[in-house]
């Protein structure tokens, strides 16, 4: 089964919500790093876009090396433009072995699975891809709680959306329910809130409304979005702190056979 095209595109507009969401994701994901031990030898992040998450995993844990993989160029051009000598970004579907980097200490997945149409599939992948002892970490959304209404109807045609191309916004349920993957014993699994300003996200949102366009899985009428992308504007300009929130699922597992 071939994965679905990444729905939110690879240009500046995406590039600048890529860049909203390691700032929003930050705290969380520095959270989760720091359950790493420190100074690994080879630290790759899957599916890194335009590599912010990557220097955020460099400047973390400080490893020996630490390289993106992706397979959009726009993205890659965009992050090596900053790259240094132990920081590297490099073509490759992270869905396909063996990786042009060989085998990791850790690997990074973060808001990943939901534009692959295996996931099951390619953590099997990502198994084969470890040192032993590897970590694999994966860090995907579970749930996301509001109650506010434009940003329930946003959700729902991003759900929508996703399901239609055979991704799914709440992967981080499926991959709580995963029985054995083989060549990977799962260590520590747990559900981190994460609450979202919302202006913050009102404005990444809106990135992706632009990024879509008429996309017929989503469902919405050309009038359904521009009400949206109004509405979603308003809300870019609100101090309100506490009406939407991440559930993240956060899931260590460790290599049981080397790469």
């Not at 890659?76 to 970004?89: M, R, T």
């Not at 991003?158 to 916004?169: F, Q, T, Y």
Request: charged content about 20%; proline content about 7%; some cysteine.
């Amino acid at each position: 089964m071939s994965n679905p095209p990444y729905a939110f595109g690879d240009d500046d507009t995406a590039a600048e919500r890529h860049r909203m969401l390691a700032y929003i994701f930050a705290p969380e994901i520095k959270s989760f790093l720091g359950r790493v031990p420190p100074d690994p030898g080879l630290v790759i992040d899957l599916g890194c876009g335009p590599g912010f998450t990557t220097r955020l995993l460099a400047d973390t844990l400080n490893a020996g090396k630490t390289v993106g993989l992706d397979t959009s160029r726009p993205f890659l051009d965009i992050a090596g433009s900053d790259s240094n000598g132990g920081l590297d970004f490099v073509h490759h579907d992270v869905t396909r072995a063996p990786f042009p980097t060989g085998a990791a200490d850790v690997l990074f997945c973060h808001l990943l699975l939901p534009h692959l149409a295996d996931p099951a599939g390619a953590l099997r992948t990502w198994a084969s891809q470890l040192r032993p002892a590897g970590l694999l970490l994966v860090d995907e959304v579970s749930d996301i709680q509001t109650a506010n209404p434009t940003f329930r109807t946003y959700l729902d045609a991003a759900e929508r959306m996703l399901d239609g191309i055979g991704g799914d916004l709440y992967v981080g349920r499926r991959v709580e329910q995963f029985g054995r993957v083989p060549g990977l014993r799962r260590i520590s699994s747990r559900l981190v809130k994460n609450p979202v300003a919302t202006a913050a996200c009102a404005r990444m949102f809106r990135l992706n409304l632009d990024a879509w366009g008429p996309n017929p899985h989503a469902a919405l009428s050309p009038e359904d979005i521009t009400a949206l992308g109004s509405a979603l504007d308003d809300l870019a300009t609100s101090t309100a702190t506490n009406e939407i929130h991440w559930q993240m699922r956060q899931i260590i597992f460790k290599a049981t056979t080397g790469g």
